[in-house]
């Protein structure tokens, strides 16, 4: 089980001050479990993982074996809670040179998330002449960058494979009645999955949207939905057994001290998407009435080069949450060396997770020393089943603190903004007034 360590706020915010929240965590907890709290129509999540049957999973591991079989290549696209939850897993569980070494069954590739051209006539042109499928994954049906990927997507796969075949490896992930994506799907006959109205984007990755792409990528995901019902029943207990309810507590109590940046670190290149994600989760949901917490993140030791500077004597108004691996999959010792240039036969007999971890105790006291308060997140081994862990736990710490905060953490009115722009500027139907507006204002 996740092991989380906030002893070293205490320097910052006392344990008393922290305790002293249960109360109101308590309370969040309540309204989120009795569905009175902001935007209660998402709040399916809650219950997710202890829902879902191994028939459910079957069929995702059917659908995940046709891709397999039939595709060198599947791509998924999606952008934003569509797209960040399998894109961290997959990656946390990877290879890290998987474009090398290779894997047992199709890349998994992912579009969709940007509409940089020089990016999809990359994908495009690798995609000539191989075998592969489309995972078009939108609860709205309706989004922009995703849509124009898979318009280029599909056209290219009934191209190169023919109408039978794409029929085949295309598959939908979008909403049960609403959308382009629903209404395509539909009227070609692909297989679909539907994203439940009551899962928001960022809390979806244990639906069809995450397990699908975890599942054709070849990865466990009986153990992730496991990892991730186990830690349901954890994060239900009471403040004292549930570290998500302490984390949102420690967060809460750091916000309100002034700390309103948080890092997430890791020692594990892996994880960087997993940050991705959390950045998502969290920044979504928090970020607005002019309050949340500014999620960032940092890869360690690498950016210990690059930001460990900041961290250490920048304005302290930032906190870091470390996320620690206790048991890396591989043993790797550092060799002697009889000429010892290098000076480095202190370590030699050492593993090397040895050394990263005495770097994540000297950085963790380093930079609880220069001002900045630590949170420690322990997961025993980087497998499906902690990761399962993990984004459950992340979820309700993410549900709590919202509601701590006082905002809805299921809605994103400001990301309407910059769409409205888009559009006005691209002249779309509908938008003709906005369009007469926004070209007034560039004049
Ligand atoms: O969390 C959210 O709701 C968003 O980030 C969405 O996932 C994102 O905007 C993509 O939306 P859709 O799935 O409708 O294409």
């Known amino acids: 089980m996740i092991k989380l360590d906030i002893t070293k706020v205490a320097p910052f915010v006392s344990a008393e001050t922290v305790n002293a929240l249960s109360a109101r965590v308590a309370e969040a907890q309540k309204s989120l479990e009795q569905g009175t709290c902001p935007g209660n129509d998402f709040l399916g999540w809650l219950h997710l993982p202890s829902g879902i049957t191994p028939e459910f999973l079957a069929d995702i591991k059917a659908t995940a074996a046709t891709l397999r079989s039939e595709c060198d290549a599947v791509v998924v696209a999606g952008i934003g809670g569509s797209y960040l939850g399998a894109k ?51 609860k709205s049906g309706t989004t922009t960058e995703t849509a124009l990927a898979f318009r280029l997507l599909k056209k290219q796969c009934e191209e190169q494979m023919g109408k039978d075949v794409a029929r085949k ?91 309103k940046i948080e890092i997430l670190a890791n020692y594990q290149p892996k994880l960087h998407f997993i940050a991705e994600w959390w950045k998502q989760l969290f920044g979504e949901s928090e970020g607005k009435d002019g309050k949340g917490i500014y999620p960032a993140s940092v890869d360690l030791t690498t950016d210990l080069h690059s930001m460990g500077q900041w961290i250490q004597e920048g304005e302290r108004t930032i906190f870091e949450t470390v996320i620690s691996v206790e048991q890396p999959e591989h043993k790797l010792l ?56 993990l984004i459950y736990f ?50």
């Not at 991730?228 to 309810?245: H, I, R, V, Y």
């Not at 603190?401 to 888009?422: I, R, S, T």
Request: hydrophobic letters at 40%.
């Open 88 to 138: 961290a897993v997959i990656e946390a569980l990877s290879n890290s040179f998987q474009w090398l070494v290779g894997s047992n069954g199709p890349a998994i590739l992912f579009a969709g998330n940007n509409i940089g051209e020089d990016y999809l006539s990359e994908l495009t042109t690798y995609l000539k002449g191989k075998k592969f499928g489309v995972i078009n994954i939108s």
């Open 169 to 259: 490896v295309i598959v939908a992930i979008t909403d049960a009645k609403r959308g382009a994506a629903r209404t395509c799907a539909d009227k070609e006959g692909y297989k679909s999955y539907v994203i439940p109205d009551n899962v928001g984007g960022r809390f979806s990755v244990l639906t069809p949207v995450g397990l699908l792409p975890i599942a054709v990528a070849g990865f466990d995901i009986d153990q992730l939905v496991k990892g991730a019902q186990d830690m349901e029943k954890t994060a239900a207990a009471p403040f004292a057994e549930n570290p998500a309810a302490q984390y949102a507590a420690a967060r809460y109590a750091l916000y309100t001290a002034g700390k």
């Open 394 to 443: 992340f979820e309700k710490a993410c549900g709590i603190h919202c509601q701590l905060l006082g905002v809805n953490a299921f809605n994103q009115p400001g990301v309407e903004a910059y769409k409205k722009n888009m559009f006005a500027l691209l002249g779309k139907p509908g938008y003709e007034k906005e369009t007469e507006a926004i070209k007034a204002r560039l004049k």
């Open 334 to 389: 550092f060799p002697s060396d009889d000429e010892n240039l290098d000076g480095l036969n202190f370590l030699a007999g050492k593993r090397v997770d040895e050394v990263n971890k005495m770097a994540e105790l000297g950085t963790q006291l380093a930079h609880v020393d220069g001002g900045v308060p630590n949170i420690r997140i322990a997961i025993d081994r980087l497998d499906a089943y902690h990761l399962g862990q």
